[in-house]
């Protein structure tokens, strides 16, 4: 069974830093594009990072510098460290696998942690 499961959500100041991770079963991450999106109330889901099955890896402009996705292939988890963190990056959290090979296409999701940004 596919199953990604995200954890590391929270209340934290502005300022401060959180890492949240996404264990993968039932597939493995080093195949895939492992990325993480955001969504706040009201507007659609933004992509945040991604990290591919060469380890290369992309960064929305609103959390370079700041933010860095890693894998850890052995624990199959993608982690997620979010540093200096604003009031602005509050938002649910989602981790997403995706795999395309030919005529095979795969899409997986969790279900969301929350990070709120407030003093």
């Known amino acids: 069974q596919v199953q990604l499961v995200e954890s590391g959500g929270g209340l934290v100041q502005p300022g401060g830093s959180l890492r949240l991770s996404c264990a993968a079963s039932?597939?493995?991450?080093?195949?895939?594009?492992m990325s993480w999106y955001r969504r706040t109330p009201g507007k659609e889901r933004e992509l945040v990072a991604a990290?591919?099955?060469?380890?290369?890896?992309n960064y929305a402009d609103f959390v370079k510098g700041r933010f860095t996705i890693s894998r850890d292939n052995a624990k199959n988890t993608v982690y997620l460290q979010m540093n200096s963190l604003k009031p602005e990056d509050t938002a649910v959290y989602y981790c997403?696998?995706?795999?395309?090979?030919?005529?095979?296409?795969?899409?997986?999701w969790g279900q969301g942690t929350q990070v709120t940004v407030s003093s």
């Open positions: 997403k696998g995706y795999f395309r090979r030919g005529g095979r296409q795969y899409e997986y």
């Open positions: 039932g597939f493995t991450v080093s195949n895939y594009v």
């Open positions: 990290i591919n099955a060469g380890d290369s890896t």
